[in-house]
């Protein structure tokens, strides 16, 4: 079992609508969760961070977290084109590293 | 702030060789992770260094190795270059442990 696993999409979603983004994970230790976002060719980049239970919201970016149903998500509000790309959660589990899902590929529909 | 870079950007090897990519990070970040991602495996942990100690290593072959020098900047190499080993490789620098990571560029590596 991975350590971390997203729903695996892809999802597409039309222009200005929400994209609703899952992902669990399996050791209770992890304290630490991440959502970065990877276009085609490029490297991860950082989204967001969370480290308590319940939402985070950075612009039209939320993030949730629910520690006892180890379920972490990423909420996208009013979904443009420009955020057509891969969406990466990781977990730290406290080992100094990052374990990270397999990745959501999001499509906006113009 | 400049972000983290690493060089080469894209290389080119054959079966057999070895090679080093280098990572510098971030100013004052102190940690530095490498990661391999491939199409198929995604993004896996290779190993992550502070203060110039190896404090965790992924589930990767002796083949992979690294180091971190006293100026934090760090190194990895991989010998005796397999098809497999063909993927971007990306450091990520952060503070601490717990602390975000942020990621450089990658250095695309083809191994033919």
């Known amino acids: 079992q991975k350590e971390v696993e997203q729903n695996s999409g892809p999802l597409s979603v039309p222009e200005g609508a929400i994209a609703s983004l899952n992902c669990t994970y399996s050791?209770?230790?992890?304290?630490?969760f991440f959502w970065y976002r990877q276009y085609s060719g490029k490297s991860p980049e950082l989204i967001m961070s969370?480290?308590?239970?319940g939402d985070k919201e950075d612009g039209r970016f939320t993030a949730q977290l629910n520690k006892a149903s180890q379920y972490v998500s990423l909420l996208i509000r009013d979904s443009q084109p420009s955020d057509s790309a891969t969406y990466l959660c990781?977990?730290?589990?406290?080992?100094?590293?990052?374990?990270f899902g397999a990745g959501t590929t999001v499509t906006v529909r113009a | 702030k400049a972000g983290v870079t690493q060089t080469p950007r894209y290389l080119i090897k054959t079966r057999g060789q070895q090679v080093t990519l280098s990572c510098s990070p971030i100013?004052?970040?102190?940690?530095v992770s490498w990661y391999q991602q491939t199409p198929g495996q995604g993004l896996q942990f290779l190993f992550e260094?502070?203060?110039?100690?190896?404090?965790n290593k992924g589930n990767f072959p002796g083949r992979f190795s690294g180091r971190q020098f006293s100026n934090s900047r760090s190194e990895m190499n991989v010998s005796t270059l397999e098809l497999g080993d063909s993927a971007l490789y990306l450091c990520?620098?952060?503070?601490?442990?717990?602390?975000?990571?942020?990621f450089g560029p990658g250095t695309r590596l083809l191994v033919l």
């Open positions: 990520a620098s952060s503070m601490d442990r717990r602390e975000t990571q942020y």
């Open positions: 050791d209770r230790g992890s304290q630490s």
């Open positions: 969370i480290y308590s239970n």
């Open positions: 990781a977990g730290s589990p406290g080992d100094y590293k990052l374990s």
């Open positions: 100013s004052g970040h102190r940690s």
């Open positions: 260094y502070f203060s110039e100690t190896q404090r």
